[in-house]
């Protein structure tokens, strides 16, 4: 069957792409395409082609099975090109996504139109790479140069509302897309025809604009490369011909597409694809869930309610009294209020948000619910309490999760009848932002359960990674030994802020020491302690000897770093360089003699968190080398241009 099919109405030609599931833009798709616009163009009965597709979308984007491959031709730019310059004008209908070479491709027709819930975006910066088959220089001839630059230096998609506001497309369809766009390209033929793109002028911009964007690109890119090579070539655009800005984007696209940053953001790109249905789930089938209760209505639980919301799940919250009651569905507000301030949602919208939680201090209240998660105080006999209740009112074939950061979940089994249906759920905080959730089975839990826990992840929007029974489970365990080799480096005698800022430099947002301050000390402090107290030999850190001086971060006006009141930069401090210098002189050694680079201070630490990804893979604590970057990327800022610390350690020792 051919993937491209032509079929007529009067004098209108409609090209449709079968090739599912997303019809990606492969050789054959390519080729298929060319020969069309060449058996069209030699039909003198055909005054405009539709391009529509079947299925669920329209082109998504180029095909991933050829990422990496050199390409045959026909080439994409040449095919973009043969689309503009076709005898016939052609107007795409645009339905699901039009993304990187599909829209490019659009970009070919005369025209464009959409379905209101179409997307349309030019994502390839998130890649590693710019768009290489005209996306830089058509897009600015047709939304203008700053419209243009928040599109292709983002990569974020937009709603064909949107897009129709910026010019992108000519047309929102309603009803049936085929018979609105042929109705369209009809109404089209009887006026003037816009010119092709490629002819349209361009007119340079000031150097202002230039620099302006150039700073606010680099920020936001954070270290990826791709959104300012983007700009640059948009920037081209605007000073050169269509040919040489053409020339221009090509040759950086393939600059780019054999870059460690390009192989880094492909990596992480497929294992985000496979992670909501990862291959250890074999034939297992999700149990159908339609009503949640969370147990907790603290931080924790009230964002895990926000994010069960958001995905259109109703939700109990159950609390210990009424005045705890009120507290958590305050908690939830506050977050639903926090997104109507930030424009993220309408008040419509945090109406019928606040409207599906209900709240009870009545477990009683549970009978009829699907899963529940548990988000209570992390504290093992507290928890216990919790699922003894769960335990006699939930149905027995309710789905019982327990979120925990540390906690052994196999120590809350004997409280629940058939604990086949029992799992962890670890969820970041903020858990209504955050991407992360760690999902930890027992022994106990069924197939059934943890392809459960996949799929409500997949409907949350998290990226989901299935992790063994360890302290830390896979994140905070690497957390634990990256805090522990910085503070090794001091011992040695680098310096507090050298070390946060070889990793700032390296690409996080904060240095381990920058977010121990923010997030608190006292936090691993306590889990020290309670460790020692049950009689586990753990060692003094640094950090504990902060503590118990009073310094646990921001909150108190210093922890590593010194604080002003009301003010959040760090500033260094005597008082540290005091307390520890008894520690770092007796642990100094000849080696450190010379300072380390800050380059050499970012290997060292990435290379710790691999070596302990390592020894996580041999106790089978993660499934694959790429689970544990998902989980560095998503959970702990690890830069996701850099593919995560396995990545990043392979790629430097050649075997990636």
């Known amino acids: 069957m051919s993937i491209v099919t032509i079929a007529r109405e009067g004098q209108i030609a409609i090209v449709t792409v079968d090739n599912p599931p997303v019809n990606a833009l492969s050789q054959a798709l390519r080729q298929g395409l060319w020969d069309a616009v060449e058996a069209l163009d030699a039909d003198p009965e055909v005054s405009a082609v539709v391009l529509t597709c079947a299925g669920r979308t329209f082109i998504a984007g180029a095909d991933v099975r050829e990422f990496g491959r050199t390409p045959e031709p026909p080439h994409l730019p040449d095919l973009v090109a043969r689309i503009e310059a076709a005898r016939a004008p052609w107007i795409a209908a645009i339905h699901g996504s039009a993304l990187g070479?599909?829209?490019?491709?659009?970009?070919?027709?005369?025209?464009?139109?959409?379905?209101?819930?179409?997307?349309?975006?030019?994502?390839?910066?998130?890649?590693?790479?710019?768009?290489?088959?005209?996306?830089?220089?058509?897009?600015?001839?047709?939304?203008?140069?700053?419209?243009?630059?928040?599109?292709?230096?983002?990569?974020?998609?937009?709603?064909?509302?949107?897009?129709?506001?910026?010019?992108?497309?000519?047309?929102?369809?309603?009803?049936?897309?085929?018979?609105?766009?042929?109705?369209?390209?009809?109404?089209?033929?009887?006026?003037?025809?816009?010119?092709?793109?490629?002819?349209?002028?361009?007119?340079?911009?000031?150097?202002?604009?230039?620099?302006s964007q150039t700073a606010a690109v680099t920020k936001?890119?954070?270290?990826?490369?791709?959104?300012?090579?983007?700009?640059?070539?948009?920037?081209?655009?605007?000073?050169?011909?269509?040919?040489?800005?053409?020339?221009?984007?090509?040759?950086?696209?393939?600059?780019?597409?054999?870059?460690?940053?390009?192989?880094?953001?492909?990596?992480?790109?497929?294992?985000?694809?496979?992670?909501?249905?990862?291959?250890?789930?074999?034939?297992?089938?999700?149990?159908?869930?339609?009503?949640?209760?969370?147990?907790?209505?603290?931080t924790m639980g009230a964002g895990i309610a926000a994010a069960l919301r958001d995905a259109g799940l109703p939700v109990t919250l159950i609390e210990r009294d009424a005045e705890a009651l009120a507290r958590g569905i305050?908690?939830?507000?506050?977050?639903?209020?926090?997104?109507?301030?930030?424009?993220?949602?309408?008040?419509?919208?945090?109406?019928?948000?606040?409207?599906?939680?209900?709240g009870s201090t009545d477990y009683a209240s549970l009978a009829k619910t699907d899963l529940v998660i548990e988000a209570v105080f992390e504290d093992i006999e507290v928890?216990?309490?919790?699922?003894?209740?769960?335990?006699?009112?939930?149905?027995?074939?309710?789905?019982?999760?327990?979120?925990?950061?540390?906690?052994?979940?196999?120590?809350?089994?004997?409280?629940?009848?058939?604990?086949?249906?029992?799992?962890?759920?670890?969820?970041?905080?903020?858990?209504?932002?955050?991407?992360?959730?760690?999902?930890?089975?027992?022994?106990?839990?069924?197939?059934?359960?943890?392809?459960?826990?996949?799929?409500?992840?997949?409907?949350?929007?998290?990226?989901?990674?299935?992790?063994?029974?360890?302290?830390?489970?896979?994140?905070?365990?690497?957390?634990?030994?990256?805090?522990?080799?910085?503070e090794a480096l001091?011992?040695?005698?680098?310096?507090?802020?050298?070390?946060?800022?070889?990793?700032?430099?390296?690409?996080?947002?904060?240095?381990?020491?920058?977010?121990?301050?923010?997030?608190?000390?006292?936090?691993?402090?306590?889990?020290?302690?309670?460790?020692?107290a049950s009689g586990q030999a753990v060692a003094e850190t640094l950090g504990d000897i902060l503590v118990r001086a009073g310094r646990k971060g921001q909150k108190t006006g210093g922890g590593w770093y010194d604080y002003i009141p009301g003010e959040r930069k760090p500033q260094a401090s005597e008082e540290v360089a005091?307390?520890?210098?008894?520690?770092?002189?007796?642990?100094?050694t000849p080696a450190l003699s010379t300072p380390l680079s800050r380059e050499a201070i970012a290997e060292t630490l990435v290379g710790e968190m691999a070596a302990e990804g390592d020894q996580i893979l041999a106790e089978g604590i993660a499934h694959q080398a790429s689970d544990i970057d998902l989980v560095e990327i998503h959970g702990y800022g690890f830069p996701r241009w850099r593919g995560g610390p396995m990545h990043a350690r392979d790629r430097k020792l050649g075997k990636v």
């Not at 990569?155 to 992108?168: D, I, M, S």
């Not at 890119?221 to 269509?242: C, D, Q, V």
Request: some cysteine; proline content about 6%; overall charge positive.
């Open 220 to 298: 936001a890119a954070k270290g990826n490369h791709g959104p300012l090579r983007a700009l640059e070539a948009i920037r081209k655009a605007t000073e050169s011909s269509f040919d040489e800005a053409m020339a221009f984007e090509r040759q950086t696209f393939l600059d780019l597409r054999g870059s460690d940053q390009a192989a880094a953001l492909r990596a992480v790109f497929f294992a985000e694809r496979g992670a909501t249905r990862p291959a250890h789930l074999g034939e297992a089938k999700p149990v159908a869930i339609a009503r949640m209760a969370v147990i907790g209505g603290g």
């Open 330 to 358: 305050a908690n939830i507000r506050a977050i639903f209020e926090g997104g109507v301030k930030r424009g993220k949602l309408s008040e419509a919208q945090f109406a019928d948000r606040l409207a599906g939680v209900t």
């Open 490 to 532: 001091l011992r040695q005698g680098v310096a507090i802020a050298e070390v946060d800022a070889a990793m700032r430099g390296y690409g996080f947002a904060m240095g381990p020491f920058e977010a121990q301050d923010m997030g608190g000390l006292d936090i691993a402090y306590l889990q020290r302690e309670g460790a020692r």
């Open 578 to 588: 005091r307390l520890l210098a008894a520690e770092i002189t007796a642990a100094r």
């Open 383 to 486: 928890k216990r309490a919790v699922f003894a209740q769960l335990g006699v009112a939930c149905r027995a074939d309710a789905v019982l999760a327990t979120n925990t950061s540390y906690l052994d979940p196999r120590a809350l089994e004997a409280e629940i009848p058939n604990p086949a249906r029992f799992i962890g759920l670890h969820f970041f905080s903020p858990a209504n932002v955050m991407k992360l959730l760690e999902i930890v089975p027992t022994p106990a839990t069924s197939p059934a359960t943890l392809a459960t826990a996949f799929a409500l992840a997949k409907q949350l929007g998290k990226v989901p990674v299935a992790a063994g029974i360890c302290e830390g489970f896979i994140g905070n365990r690497i957390l634990k030994r990256y805090r522990a080799a910085a």
């Open 101 to 211: 070479g599909g829209l490019e491709v659009a970009l070919g027709c005369r025209f464009r139109v959409a379905v209101a819930s179409a997307s349309l975006g030019l994502p390839e910066v998130t890649l590693g790479i710019i768009p290489g088959a005209s996306g830089t220089v058509r897009t600015p001839r047709l939304i203008g140069v700053p419209a243009a630059v928040d599109l292709i230096t983002s990569g974020k998609p937009l709603r064909a509302e949107k897009a129709l506001t910026l010019g992108l497309i000519d047309a929102v369809i309603a009803g049936d897309l085929t018979a609105g766009a042929v109705a369209f390209a009809t109404a089209a033929l009887a006026n003037p025809l816009p010119e092709p793109l490629s002819t349209r002028p361009l007119p340079p911009e000031p150097d202002a604009f230039w620099e």
